[in-house]
């Protein structure tokens, strides 16, 4: 959700928009040609490729493929989840945009290391000129919090493009006007606060995805990552739903929700 603010020219968002990008895809001819190799013929139930390849990469572990349990691929990621194999989740990786999230989620976001890979928005390269900011539900909810939050950020906005403008008029004997600009940028985004909106491309495998989500998707968490985290499951029980089905959303008092599953840290 966005709102505009005429009177502050700020751009105020209050929920995360995510994009699923990439996933992975299966080259059958080579695993057909693994097991040829070895004297087995396999299949499997599902088509979506990261529960495939997950399947794949558990039976390599015991080389199953000849005498497969019943059930399929549900019934055997089912298994890997309740028996804790996590290892294999690793192999399932799918690619992301967050959007609409402020500076102090991704800092949260990126003490999340094995298993992801970032690209976030460069405050030194990209001109913050445009105001967009994160409003937390708790401020937001109040109108006397809501204004003072917004004449706060209103004046860190209208501070950094002056200093912009006025860093590079500094920085004008530097005849290369890429790096001036930078210059400016890099020392004006100093007064930005936490709750200016950025951009980050993420990558990650399924077994950290189940870690954030069971993290971030907790009661316990911060409001605005933990609504990250419901729109992340969300996406991932339609798209890979023999890996996150065992998820369930329950609502919360402020009318959030949270993630829970009987398969933990997995």
């Not at 691929?73 to 298994?79: A, D, I, R």
């Not at 989740?89 to 290391?113: D, K, Q």
């Not at 209103?154 to 008029?169: C, P």
């Amino acid at each position: 959700m966005a709102l505009f603010d005429p009177g502050k020219d700020i751009l105020v968002l209050r929920d995360p928009t995510v994009y699923l990008v990439g996933r992975q895809a299966i080259d059958s001819r080579e695993l057909d040609r693994f097991l040829a190799d070895h004297g087995v013929s396999w299949q499997t139930d599902t088509e979506m490729a990261a529960e495939y390849l997950t399947e794949v990469a558990g039976r390599v572990c015991y080389m199953s493929f000849a005498k497969p349990r019943p059930g399929g691929n549900k019934v055997y990621l089912e298994h890997i989840l309740q028996v804790g194999h996590g290892s294999v989740l690793e192999h399932a990786v799918w690619n992301f945009i967050f959007a609409g999230v402020s500076r102090t989620l991704t800092h949260e976001l990126v003490r999340h290391r094995a298993g992801w890979a970032y690209s976030q928005l460069s405050q030194r390269y990209v001109d913050e000129s445009v105001a967009e900011y994160v409003e937390p539900d708790c401020i937001g909810q109040d109108p006397e919090l809501h204004q003072l939050w917004l004449e706060t950020v209103s004046q860190s906005h209208q501070a950094y493009m002056k200093l912009a403008a006025r860093l590079q008029e500094s920085f004008k004997d530097e005849p290369d006007k890429t790096l001036r600009r930078k210059l400016a940028r890099q020392a004006a985004r100093s007064v930005l606060p936490n709750a200016t909106e950025t951009k980050i491309f993420v990558s990650a495998n399924a077994r950290a995805l189940r870690h954030f989500i069971e993290l971030r998707g907790s009661r316990h968490a911060e409001v605005e990552i933990r609504k990250l985290a419901v729109k992340v499951l969300e996406i991932m029980k339609i798209e890979a739903p023999h890996i996150f089905g065992d998820y369930q959303l329950a609502p919360l008092p402020d009318g959030t929700f949270e993630a829970k599953t009987e398969h933990r840290k997995v």
